[in-house]
């Protein structure tokens, strides 16, 4: 249990840091899921997902790593990163691979539409295919302040924003998950807003950062991290990381995001990552790095200042940073 003894005096109780809805889920804090949850995960043995084998899609990866994309941090081994998500569809609890098995991932068709030369479907693996994929090293950070890094293999946002030809009149490209109760019995929880929503302005979605993840660590995504294809914002709390999407829409109404619509003082539509800016419930100017159990400063925009800094220039009156 290194990681007790590494937690700063001022990190409040495991019961406070909780799961984005112990608000409404008080089960989360009675079973004490948090961050102390890793070291379960980390000691429960590490699980095989035999995706690679019998994936349409496995002769892609290993992709090219782009060198433009590394970090100062060390890679999250794959079984403490595939053993702890969220993954709200599944369950509320961090352990929810073993649930998540039951994704069924094939067929799997993405409606494109909205504000567009021509909507359409295309199932995921024409999509996969026609887009360049790539392998980039990005940071994750949590709103629940833990943080990973990860070996993500995609396709820019940009290049899907291309391929689907937006009207001028487009402002916000809006996400949406599955929706498929008797699947995902998370979904049964009427209490949510189902199914989960994102959203992006067009600017931030042809940001070179934004990026459309379809595998990790060299393979095809393991069905926990959103298989078949989910969204990688690293400069933005987690939760902006939409997983397993089937749904994209290009409009010009800004979307109401899931946790927005479920609790919009706490979680709003930018969710940006500022250390100075503390989430209602708990700090944010301190992250603890999963694989290590040690905290570390929280850096503005999760280290990407540079990327993405100007794209908030003159909004200075939204709330950026929730
Ligand atoms: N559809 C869906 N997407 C989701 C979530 C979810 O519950 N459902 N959880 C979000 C949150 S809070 C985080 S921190 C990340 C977790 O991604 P990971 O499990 O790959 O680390 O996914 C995000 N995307
Ligand atoms: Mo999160």
Not at 11 to 22: C, N, Q
Not at 50 to 56: E, K, L, Q, V
Request: some cysteine; aromatic content about 14%; hydrophobic content about 40%.
């Amino acid at each position: 249990m290194a990681h007790i003894q590494s937690r700063p005096n001022w990190l409040i109780s495991e019961a406070e840091v909780t799961p984005e809805d112990a608000f409404i889920n008080r089960r989360s804090i009675l079973c004490g899921f948090g961050l102390g949850a890793l070291s379960v995960a980390a000691t429960a043995g590490a699980p095989s997902f035999a995706r690679a084998a019998g994936d349409p899609t496995a002769d892609l990866y290993p992709a090219k790593r782009n060198g433009s994309y590394v970090i100062d941090r060390d890679l999250t081994p794959e079984e403490i990163n595939e053993t702890y998500n969220n993954f709200y569809e599944f369950g509320s609890h961090k352990q929810i691979w073993k649930a998540a098995q039951n994704l069924v991932i094939r067929p799997w068709d993405i409606e494109v539409g909205g504000l567009i030369e021509e909507p359409f479907t295309i199932g995921f693996d024409d999509l996969v295919r026609k887009l360049p994929l790539e392998e980039r090293l990005y940071r994750h950070r949590c709103v629940e302040a833990w943080s990973m890094t990860i070996p993500w293999t995609g396709f820019s946002l940009a290049s899907l924003v291309a391929f689907a030809k937006p009207l001028s009149s487009a402002k916000f490209v809006r996400f949406e998950t599955f929706l498929d109760p008797e699947m995902a019995p998370g979904q049964k929880q009427v209490w949510y807003p189902w199914p989960y929503v994102e959203g992006v302005t067009m600017a931030e979605a042809a940001n070179d950062l934004a990026f459309m993840v379809t595998g990790a660590y060299g393979k095809p995504l393991a069905k926990q991290f959103g298989a078949p294809i989910r969204l990688a914002l690293p400069w933005k709390y987690g939760f902006k990381s939409i997983k397993s999407i089937r749904k994209i829409t290009f409009t010009d109404e800004q979307p109401k995001s899931f946790w927005e619509q479920i609790l919009p003082e706490e979680y709003g539509f930018w969710a940006n990552v500022n250390p100075g800016v503390p989430h209602p419930r708990w700090r944010q100017d301190q992250e603890k790095v999963l694989h290590t159990g040690t905290y570390v400063q929280t850096q503005m925009f999760n280290g990407y200042s540079e990327q993405v800094a100007h794209l908030y220039k003159g909004l200075e009156k939204e709330p950026l940073y929730r």
